[in-house]
């Protein structure tokens, strides 16, 4: 079979991570893209499930998500953290470390 270049561009973190990725599972990125493009010819779509963020985030649950982070933000009553410390502190409330 001929074979073909094929240039994209990729941010830099993206193709490192990935090639890290793929090392770990004993395979190079040449060959999961192959792969990728080999499966999505099989499935004659996207070899996985997608999501249409576009989608989620205007769904009711995301706008109520929304709407209850913006009611939680200007509510003076609602428990803040200046620190990790106050927050771990605050979480911890009830726990006794010694007791396991």
Do not use: C
Request: charged residues 25%; proline residues 5%.
């Amino acid at each position: 079979m001929a074979e073909m270049d094929l240039t994209i561009r990729l941010e830099q973190d993206l193709v490192q991570d990935a090639q890290n990725l793929f090392n770990r599972l004993g395979v190079d990125i040449e060959y999961a893209i192959r792969h990728f493009l080999a499966h999505s010819l099989w499935a004659d779509g996207f070899p996985f499930p997608t999501v249409d963020f576009n989608d989620f985030y205007h769904s009711p649950e995301a706008m109520e998500a929304l709407a209850e982070s913006e009611r939680i933000s200007k509510d003076p009553n609602w428990p803040s953290y200046s620190t990790m410390e106050e927050l771990k502190a605050a979480l911890m409330i009830g726990f006794d470390d010694d007791e396991s």
